[in-house]
């Protein structure tokens, strides 16, 4: 079965503090890949997404993620965080030729708490 | 505007009891999804529906029935309301079948079963 992994339940870190959040998947086919944030209180909004091409990717707010394929691995990066960055960060795949079947997988999600 | 928007935001009900969930989206999608995130913030989908076709239908109990009036719409009816349904559901909505749609989320619908 399909599923997507996040290394980091629990993330802390002091504002300008460097973040890598780790998100691996498991599927042999091409997919498309998300990273969703979560306010508190809020709904998820889409950070970035990778469908084809380079690899590095830009989202919103500073943040980046790179595709390795090889790894299966799609980490988020942001060079230097800020209090406002406190949310859950969910990694999230589509199989790419999912005959419109486009379910989301999500990854149980990452808890970044920014202290100043 | 609301791109998507669910109500009622919060519903606090007793066991057993019949409630339903309305979801509207205004961005001209074919395409919704009814997700549920449990008490340890983990995502799953239940349901999709394109142009009022149910096309997902992930393993839920029958109690939770979707329905989809028109394609702006997706409301979730669930009967018999049972502990373990207490969760958020989230509505969302993407713009065609293709995977590469991203999918937009409204803000939720805290369901607390007493």
Known sequence: AQSVSQH????ILSEAASLELGC???????????????????????LLKYFSGDPLVKGIKGFEAEFIKSKFSFN??????????TAEYFCAVIPAFSGGYNKLIFGAGTRLAVHP | DTAVSQTPKYLVTQMGNDKSIKCEQNLGHDTMYWYKQDSKKF???????????LIINETVPNRFSPKSPDK???????????L???AVYFCASSGGQGSNQPQHFGDGTRLSIL
Not at chain 1, 8 to 11: D, G, I, L, R
Request: proline content about 3%; glycine content about 6%.
């Open chain 1, 24 to 46: 691996n998947y498991s599927y042999g086919g091409t997919v498309n890949l998300f990273w969703y944030v979560q306010y508190p209180g809020q709904h998820l909004q889409l």
């Open chain 2, 84 to 86: 373990g349904d207490s």
């Open chain 2, 43 to 53: 995502l799953k989908i239940m349901f999709s529906y394109n142009n009022k076709e």
């Open chain 1, 8 to 11: 980091n339940h629990h993330v």
């Open chain 2, 72 to 82: 702006a719409h997706l409301n979730l009816h669930i009967n018999s309301l049972e």
């Open chain 1, 76 to 85: 988020l990066r942001k060079p230097s965080v800020q209090w406002s960055d």
